[in-house]
Nanobody
């Protein structure tokens, strides 16, 4: 069992930066592939980024590639999402998730989810 808690969301102007954190509980955390997803108002939840157990493999949605950086610190049982050059279209509730397999972008394969943190980017 893994519990996930996101933090770091807020209001920022376009072009600004935010760093999201996802704190996990559970000794088996290093055994999970971790991902970030987001859901904008009126839209379906979509994949943002994912990172492998060791952190050596990383995947990004095309929409955030080059602007967002995902990382994890297994010693601190925490995952991060550094978001730079933010755009109004990045406005969404951001969720972290964990899966026991090797799935990256398929959210149906994720076993555990956080409650989400709001990111609002003003123009």
């Amino acid at each position: 069992q893994v519990q996930l808690v996101e933090s770091g969301g807020g209001l920022v102007q376009a072009g600004g930066s935010l760093r999201l954190s996802c704190a996990a509980s559970g000794r088996t955390y290093p055994s999970y592939t971790m991902g970030w997803f987001r859901q904008a108002p009126g839209k379906e939840r979509e994949f943002v980024a994912a990172i492998s157990r060791s952190g050596e493999s990383i995947y990004y949605a095309d929409s955030v590639k080059g602007r967002f950086t995902i990382s994890r610190d297994n010693a601190k049982i925490t995952m991060y999402l550094q978001m730079n050059s933010l755009k109004p279209e990045d406005t969404a509730v951001y969720y972290c998730a964990a899966n026991r397999g090797f799935t990256w972008s398929n959210q149906d394969a994720y076993d555990y989810w956080g409650q989400g943190t709001q990111v609002t980017v003003s123009s």
